[in-house]
């Protein structure tokens, strides 16, 4: 069976920190991709990355980072320097290969405070 | 521009009625995704189809159907609405290019059953 697991329901950083965003999944399959989504309060779901299961390098884009690590089925995500424009609920997803469907984690809601 | 929109935005019923809710996409996408989010639960695949007069069920459908009768449009039907199907529902799109493609999501239609 597929899962994917945000352990952080909510977090809280003041602006200019930096913040890890955790995601773990589980899958058989050798060949998968994972997401990350932001929905910000207007509700909207915005792609962020995708990432195969054959590319293990690091990611980054601008304030934003992801750290994709196998050995620990983890596919983590930070934000540095955060804005008060980083505040939004952030959704790790999972895709088998061929399935072209997604099992999506529970969510983080991040509060960067002013 | 290509883009997925849902219609109506917002939607009141009443326990027991039909309900149906749209979704248009001009990506000419082969595949298109119905989720509802709650809080807790993150989003969760209702049905799905992979191109014209394909359609399949997924995590949580009971009470729901959808048809596709063309590239463009998956609508979604709550056969006899119930309180429990108070969500904000999300349809999604993508292609079939390689191995998989991304899904790109329309605005959310929030549906309260009274």
């Known amino acids: 069976a597929q899962k994917v697991t945000q352990a952080q329901t909510e977090i809280s950083v003041v602006e200019k920190e930096d913040v890890t965003l955790d995601c773990v999944y589980e899958t058989r399959d050798t060949t998968y991709y994972l997401f990350w989504y932001k929905q910000p309060p207007s509700g909207e779901l915005v792609f962020l990355i995708r990432r195969n299961s054959f590319d293990e390098q690091n990611e980054i884009s601008g304030r934003y980072s992801w750290n994709f690590q196998k050995s620990t089925s983890s596919f983590n995500f930070t934000i540095t320097a955060s804005q008060v424009v980083d505040s939004a609920v952030y959704f790790c997803a999972l895709e088998g290969s061929g399935t072209y469907k997604y099992i999506f984690g529970t969510g983080t809601r991040l509060k960067v405070l002013a | 521009d290509a883009e997925i929109t849902q219609s109506p935005r917002h939607k009141i019923t009443e326990t027991g009625r039909q309900v149906t809710l749209a979704c248009h996409q001009t990506w000419n996408h082969n595949n298109m995704f119905w989720y509802r989010q709650d809080l807790g639960h993150g989003l969760r695949l209702i049905h799905y189809?992979?191109?014209?007069?394909?359609?399949n069920k997924g995590e949580v459908s009971d009470g729901y159907s959808v048809s596709r009768s063309n590239t463009e449009d998956l609508p979604l039907t709550l056969e006899s609405a119930a309180s429990s199907q108070t969500s904000v529902y999300f349809c999604a799109s993508s292609g079939t290019s390689g191995r998989t493609d991304t899904q790109y999501f329309g605005p959310g239609t929030r549906l309260t059953v009274l």
């Open positions: 189809s992979y191109g014209v007069q394909d359609t």
